[in-house]
Antibody, heavy 120, light 111 residues
Framework: QVQLQESGPGLVKPSQTLSLTCTVS??????????WSWIRQPPGKGLEWIGY???????YYNPSLKSRVTISVDTSKNQFSLKLSSVTAADTAVYYC????????????WGQGTLVTVSS | NFMLTQPHSVSESPGKTVTISCTRS????????VQWYQQRPGSSPTTVIY?????PSGVPDRFSGSIDSSSNSASLTISGLKTEDEADYYC??????????FGGGTKLTVL
């Protein structure tokens, strides 16, 4: 059974960089059949796609966040990571990592999510 | 860029059938697959429909999906409603310039 687990600070100061890691277990992040994605959800609001990465390092980002987002992958640790720079209160959200099936473009596994609050 | 528009909320009684719509603002709804996600309170989303009308294993056949090119929309239909179906539902699709787009979500209340 594939499992994804987000980890990282739950509190980030405004203007700083938010950093999260997703650890994948039960499957290899190097499989060519999947993308590895970050999705967020502000409290009480809907889902917003941030971006995803292929095991080779190819990335695809939401155009509205592209200037501030970096997603990277570490195949040796079976992990992928998110960095979001210059954060503001509007970046406060539950951040989910998820596995995306290539071609079909849907998430078949999600992490439990982690709340990141941007506040001084 | 395109948007996906869903009704903010729908409600229906147990045992009945409800349909949630998802309208694409530009480009053809048929040009890229539509997925549907269920999110119960306090939980991560799960997929109930992918590729317009396919159910992942474990999703009951009470859930079905379809697309309608004439209205440029996709629909999620849930029959034989149960109280456990009460959740938020999100549609999602994509295109070449916007790999992923989510609808705003629909809150389903099973009265």
């Amino acid at each position: 059974q594939v499992q994804l687990q987000e980890s990282g600070p739950g509190l980030v100061k405004p203007s700083q960089t938010l950093s999260l890691t997703c650890t994948v277990s039960g499957g290899s992040i190097s499989s060519g059949d999947y993308y590895w994605s970050w999705i967020r959800q502000p409290p009480g609001k809907g889902l917003e796609w941030i971006g995803y990465i292929y095991y080779s390092g190819s990335t695809y980002y939401n155009p509205s966040l592209k200037s501030r987002v970096t997603i990277s992958v570490d195949t040796s640790k079976n992990q992928f990571s998110l960095k979001l720079s210059s954060v503001t209160a509007a970046d406060t959200a539950v951040y989910y990592c998820a596995r995306v099936v290539v071609g079909v473009q849907y998430c078949d596994y999600w992490g439990q999510g982690t709340l990141v609050t941007v506040s001084s | 860029n395109f948007m996906l528009t869903q009704p903010h909320s729908v409600s229906e009684s147990p045992g009945k059938t409800v349909t949630i719509s998802c309208t694409r603002s530009s480009g053809s709804i048929a040009s890229n697959y539509v997925q549907w996600y269920q999110q119960r309170p306090g939980s991560s989303p799960t997929t109930v429909i992918y590729e317009d009308n396919q159910r992942p294993s474990g999703v009951p056949d009470r859930f079905s999906g379809s697309i309608d090119s004439s209205s440029n929309s996709a629909s999620l239909t849930i029959s034989g409603l149960k109280t456990e179906d009460e959740a938020d539902y999100y549609c999602q699709s994509y295109d070449s310039s916007n790999p992923w787009v989510f609808g705003g979500g629909t809150k389903l209340t099973v009265l």
